[in-house]
């Protein structure tokens, strides 16, 4: 498949899951200590429920609107309080701008508000996303860490530095013992690392190893897509996948293989059969991983 051809696909594929986030179902995973994930909206989102609102992590995408109204219901009286964005991408921030609306905090940090106050162009899916609307943007931003302590839970944010963007966070939620990772990790299926906006494979690799530190074998682990509820050592796995990927396609560059012949190679054939099944296919995959190393 030519660049053109393959970014086109890319460039279809958004429209395709903002189709499907219209007519999804919300699926509920009820994990501990109030916390929830709702899935169906673009990425997994979490919930806590308690007197002081509901707190969410991420928000979906914007058509979702009716579904995630009902969900949020079906937990919780209380309006939305707090809303955390583990990064800018539209399937974990399109759905903000109704959630402001309502008089949430939006809290990010500082490099996902940058990217969601102006247009900003993904070269690999060939598209321009539009700045959102005022009510969606962030009101508080932070540069390294940031800490809440709302519904009986310590919540410790994290930036990891460069990694699926340069933007991205982790959320604990210290007492239940729970971490969003957002999309530093896809749970079976190959990640999208956004060069545009500061990706980076050796990044993700590295935020992988952060998330793996910061959890034992009882932690929860919400990925940012994949089977919302995982665990340390599923993210193992996927750590070591990308770590295997990226030297296969390290030294077919070494060895002068050009982006396509690269591809060609398969690379990632050892995996494709269980990683390879969803938006991001081995070829785009391995793409992706030539372009960073």
Do not use: C
């Amino acid at each position: 498949m030519s660049p053109r051809a393959a970014y086109a696909e890319a460039r279809g594929l958004v429209s395709l899951i903002k189709d499907s986030a219209a007519k999804s179902v919300i699926a509920t995973h009820k994990l501990r200590n109030d916390i929830t994930i709702l899935e169906g909206s673009g990425g997994n989102v979490a919930v806590l429920a308690g007197k002081d609102g509901l707190v969410m992590i991420d928000a979906g995408i914007g058509v979702s609107r009716p579904q995630m109204t009902q969900a949020l219901s079906a937990l919780s009286s209380e309006p939305v309080t707090h809303l955390i964005n583990t990064h800018w991408h539209f399937d974990h921030a399109d759905g903000n701008a109704w959630i402001g609306e309502g008089g949430a905090k939006i809290i990010a940090h500082e490099n996902t508000r940058k990217y969601l106050s102006q247009v900003q162009r993904v070269e690999d899916w060939d598209y321009n996303f539009v700045p959102l609307e005022h009510s969606g943007v962030p009101t508080q931003v932070f540069s390294k860490e940031h800490s809440l302590k709302l519904n009986g839970q310590s919540l410790a944010m994290k930036h990891y530095g460069p990694a699926h963007t340069d933007g991205d966070i982790s959320v604990m939620f210290g007492e239940a013992d729970v971490l969003h990772v957002g999309d530093t990790y896809w749970n079976g299926i190959y990640p999208f690392i956004d060069y545009s906006t500061g990706g980076s494979i050796d990044g993700m690799i590295a935020a992988s190893d952060a998330n793996l530190a910061a959890s034992t074998s009882k932690t929860i682990i919400i990925p940012g897509h994949g089977n919302p509820v995982s665990n340390r050592a599923e993210l193992q796995e996927f750590r070591d996948m990308l770590v295997t990927i990226r030297e296969n396609v390290a030294a077919l560059k070494r060895q002068g293989h050009s982006r396509d012949e690269a591809v060609a190679a398969k690379p990632t054939a050892s995996f494709d059969a269980k990683w390879g099944n969803f938006v991001i296919d081995p070829g785009f995959f391995t793409r992706l991983v030539y372009a960073g190393v």
